[in-house]
């Protein structure tokens, strides 16, 4: 032990090599994860003029403006967009993490046979290209009456986002000792009663990115939203964006500015639960 | 649970299988099976094999480049060092964003008179703006980077967990066996870590191999169907053609594909394990 620690005053060369080389990668690491998103927020604010320009205004400070903003709400009346997706997106996610806490809980607690066979099949249907499921959901939803309306699209999201929810619950309701479900049964809780007061609370880390990754699927989901929301009045924000065109030109300071707009949410989300996201999924990787 | 999820994935998809044998059109109302009439009009049909060969070109680069840099950025994030909150953060940015947004913002950022444009021009390392997304050669790279950019972040996340199942007493038994920290790479991290390595893979590949929101929203296609995918084919043919059959014979040896991917990766995984046993 004593050979290897070396006096932390005297650093060889070598060593200040390495850990400027290391300064630099980290560096890096960052400005190529940022610098695209923080270009298209300077991009933004900046006036139609600037962004004709070959030469890039690095900082729109000063002659920033907020036009783009005002015409993605009132020329582009963008807003619609982001209320389908809110809807659709929050109510998918909401009945999703039920129906997955459920079979989660099942899988991890009860003798069931085959659970393995149950789970593998979870993942692998999560595997399935969309593409190869459009037009068979599109005619069952037809017969159903649900095309091109929320509970329509929401229920092909739940469907979709069962998958990896289930597994990232069950990863960890399976690490929480089964004798804490025995006291609440002694206790004189029955098994939802369990599951919602004991065992979620506890699993909390493990709800928490799951809802997350599940909320984040849908509302980045365009080939199904296209597919099946077949009215504009009813389109969801991807499809909001892929088709936003200019009459003459690219409108590339608009554009920047819906995309802020519908991004910020989910960065700041993601960053606020960056910790629970990175633990959540750390044990649903690991421990599969 | 389960009913849903045969609604949504495994009805569908034998659905498709099914009309995959089917001559179903919107357009000439047409609906008769017609045994391996798409199978053979697929065999022969260029644009299919065109967009085939691109899809898994895609896939294999965006997937190899992918575990890389992941590696690179998960190795890296398991240091201790000043800021890591701050960049471990920072990674997870790109994850975040939604694709069609990527899509765009790399419109942008490629386009003739974007900043890629400007400091190419600038170093002198291009003498005129080159146009990224305009050109057969360069589009489907473009699309790419978009790609590696974007789903990197995940990778690293994924990696940065296995990395956390290593016991941290090896590297000290390593480093007193004298071992360097290059061979303790080799030998010790890497072994540990490749069930990791070959399930994230796994899970990369399959997802851009379904790959269809970059190419429909950057290039649609183009130019000169360069950057079409088996996804944006079939979409194409399903919804613009209205050709209900031979889209699903597309779509449908989009799966067959997707299955063989996943064998091959499942032969590496189990022999692995096996190896470990």
């Known amino acids: 032990m004593a050979a290897i620690a070396q006096p932390r005053a005297r650093i060889s060369t070598g060593k200040h090599v390495r850990r400027w080389a290391f300064g630099l990668l980290v560096t890096g690491i960052a400005v190529w994860s940022l610098f695209p998103f923080a270009w298209q927020v300077v991009t933004s604010f900046e006036p139609d003029r600037d962004l004709a320009r070959f030469t890039p205004?690095?900082?729109?400070?000063?002659?920033?403006?907020?036009?783009?903003?005002?015409?993605?709400?009132?020329a582009k009346d963008f807003a619609p967009y982001i209320l389908n997706s809110v809807i659709v997106d929050v109510s998918a996610t909401a009945i999703a993490l039920v129906f997955a806490a459920l079979a989660a809980y099942s899988i991890a607690r009860l003798p069931l046979p085959g659970k393995g066979i149950v789970l593998g099949?979870?993942?692998?249907?999560?595997?399935?290209?969309?593409?190869?499921?459009?037009?068979?959901?599109?005619?069952?939803?037809?017969?159903?009456?649900?095309?091109?309306?929320?509970?329509?699209?929401?229920?092909?999201?739940i469907g979709l986002s069962l998958p990896l929810m289930v597994y990232?619950?069950?990863?960890?309701?399976?690490?929480?000792?089964?004798?804490?479900?025995?006291?609440?049964?002694?206790?004189?809780?029955?098994?939802?009663?369990?599951?919602?007061?004991?065992?979620?609370?506890?699993?909390?880390?493990?709800?928490?990115?799951?809802?997350?990754l599940g909320f984040i699927a849908s509302w980045n989901e365009l080939l199904l939203a296209l597919s099946?929301?077949?009215?504009?009045?009813?389109?969801?924000?991807?499809?909001?964006i892929a088709n936003f065109t200019g009459?003459?030109?690219?409108?590339?300071?608009?554009?920047?500015?819906?995309?802020?707009?519908?991004?910020?949410?989910?960065?700041?989300?993601?960053?606020?639960?960056?910790?629970?996201?990175?633990?959540?999924?750390?044990?649903?990787?690991?421990?599969? | 649970?389960?009913?849903?999820?045969?609604?949504?994935?495994?009805?569908?998809?034998?659905?498709?299988?099914?009309?995959?044998?089917?001559?179903?059109?919107?357009?000439?109302?047409?609906?008769?099976?017609?045994?391996?009439?798409?199978?053979?009009?697929?065999?022969?049909?260029?644009?299919?094999?065109?967009?085939?060969?691109?899809?898994?070109?895609?896939?294999?680069?965006?997937?190899?480049?992918?575990?890389?840099?992941?590696?690179?950025?998960?190795?890296?994030?398991?240091?201790?060092?000043?800021?890591?909150?701050?960049?471990?953060?920072?990674?997870?940015?790109?994850?975040?964003?939604?694709?069609?947004?990527?899509?765009?913002?790399?419109?942008?950022?490629?386009?003739?008179?974007?900043?890629?444009n400007y400091l190419l021009v600038e170093t002198h390392l291009a003498s005129a703006p080159v146009n990224f997304l305009g050109s057969t050669t360069l589009a489907l790279p473009t699309l790419m980077v978009a790609d590696i950019w974007k789903t990197t972040p995940f990778m690293a996340l994924l990696l940065l967990a296995g990395l956390h199942t290593v016991p941290p007493g090896l590297a000290e038994a390593a480093r007193i066996d004298g071992a360097s920290s290059w061979a303790y790479f080799w030998r010790v991290r890497l072994p540990l870590l490749m069930p990791t390595l070959l399930v994230a893979s796994l899970l990369r590949a399959l997802d851009a191999f379904r790959v269809f929101d970059l190419p429909y929203v950057v290039t649609g296609g183009g130019p000169a169907s360069s950057t079409q995918t088996m996804s944006t084919y079939a979409y194409n043919i399903l919804f613009s053609g209205l050709e209900i059959g031979y889209g699903s014979a597309i779509a449908t040896a989009m799966f067959v594909t997707e299955v063989i991917i996943a064998g091959i990766f499942g032969v590496f995984i189990v022999r692995r394990i096996r190896q470990e046993g």
């Open chain 1, 57 to 74: 205004t690095w900082l729109p400070i000063p002659g920033g403006t907020l036009q783009h903003y005002r015409n993605v709400f009132v």
């Open chain 1, 121 to 157: 099949l979870v993942l692998a249907v999560s595997m399935f290209p969309q593409i190869s499921i459009v037009t068979p959901l599109y005619e069952l939803l037809i017969s159903l009456h649900l095309i091109d309306t929320y509970p329509g699209l929401s229920g092909v999201y």
């Open chain 1, 168 to 212: 990232i619950l069950w990863a960890h309701f399976r690490t929480i000792p089964r004798e804490l479900d025995e006291a609440a049964r002694i206790d004189g809780a029955g098994q939802l009663r369990t599951l919602w007061h004991v065992i979620i609370p506890v699993a909390m880390p493990g709800v928490v990115p799951a809802a997350l």
């Open chain 1, 228 to 240: 099946l929301m077949t009215s504009p009045s009813r389109q969801t924000i991807p499809v909001g």
């Open chain 1, 247 to 288: 009459l003459y030109s690219i409108p590339w300071g608009d554009i920047a500015a819906a995309s802020v707009v519908v991004t910020v949410p989910l960065v700041l989300l993601v960053l606020i639960f960056q910790r629970r996201i990175i633990e959540g999924v750390t044990a649903g990787a690991v421990k599969g």
């Open chain 2, 1 to 116: 649970m389960l009913a849903s999820l045969l609604a949504v994935s495994l009805y569908p998809v034998l659905r498709t299988i099914w009309m995959a044998f089917r001559n179903t059109s919107l357009e000439s109302q047409s609906d008769n099976f017609t045994g391996l009439a798409n199978i053979r009009r697929l065999a022969h049909d260029s644009l299919f094999w065109q967009a085939w060969r691109q899809t898994l070109e895609f896939t294999a680069v965006t997937t190899i480049a992918e575990t890389l840099l992941g590696l690179v950025i998960a190795l890296a994030l398991y240091q201790k060092f000043r800021g890591r909150g701050f960049v471990r953060a920072a990674v997870l940015v790109p994850w975040a964003i939604p694709t069609v947004v990527t899509a765009r913002m790399f419109s942008w950022l490629f386009d003739q008179g974007g900043v890629v």
